[in-house]
T-cell receptor, first 110, second 115 residues
């Protein structure tokens, strides 16, 4: 099964700035999800975008999906120190099996 | 809701010993997933169950690994015998059939160290 690849691998920004991370994949998908993982914890679901959707918002999160380019982006606006975590994209090609990407480590500094 | 519960949270054992990891999914969820996370390989799906039946175990690395789900509220992942390369964080996740079935809810993980 395919795996998404996140870019960049690591990102360091100042509190209040926006953070953008990208996910690219290779084959068709049913939907794409973003998860967050705080250090030493389990993953937490953030947002799901279906293949027929182009953009989705949830609070300070904005996700876009471009199926022609096989890529998605996650934008976190007005970042906070508490947003420091690893962010993963996860792909669903069918059924309820997810394939996770390699993750982007975000550090938000005060 | 208590969320997905995993035990133990930490396990240190010696090579050759049997290790059993436990998971209680969220009540009402009918899909359960076991993942392994390492720095080198990232997050890997080992096996998943629908309605207590194993659907895909292609991620189980070797015969030393086995998983069971005797009922809807309990699953185990067993490693016998354990090896140092099995050291990782093992996560259990569950999801609900229906419109939200793609969203998975993760437990806190079991950090396994095999010496």
């Amino acid at each position: 099964s395919q795996q998404g690849e996140e870019d960049p691998q690591a990102l360091s920004i100042q509190e209040g700035e926006n953070a953008t991370m990208n996910c690219s994949y290779k084959t068709s998908i049913n939907n794409l999800q973003w998860y967050r993982q705080n250090s030493g914890r389990g993953l937490v679901h953030l947002i799901l975008i279906r293949s027929n959707e182009r953009e989705k918002h949830s609070g300070r999160l904005r996700v876009t999906l471009d199926t022609s380019k096989k890529s998605s982006s996650l934008l976190i606006t007005a970042s906070r120190a508490a947003d420091t975590a690893s962010y993963f994209c996860a792909l669903t090609g069918g059924g309820n099996k997810l394939t996770f990407g390699t993750g982007t480590q975000l550090k938000v500094e005060l | 809701d208590a969320g997905v519960i995993q035990s133990p949270r930490h396990e240190v054992t010696e090579m050759g010993q049997e290790v059993t990891l436990r998971c209680k999914p969220i009540s009402g969820h009918n899909s359960l997933f076991w993942y392994r996370q390492t720095m080198m390989r990232g997050l890997e799906l080992l096996i998943y169950f629908n309605n207590n039946v194993p659907i895909d175990d292609s991620g189980m690395p070797e015969d030393r690994f086995s998983a069971k789900m005797p009922n809807a509220s309990f699953s185990t992942l067993k490693i016998q015998p354990s090896e140092p390369r099995d050291s990782a964080v093992y996560f259990c996740a569950s999801s609900l059939r229906g419109a939200s079935r793609e969203t998975q809810y993760f437990g806190p993980g079991t950090r396994l160290l095999v010496l």
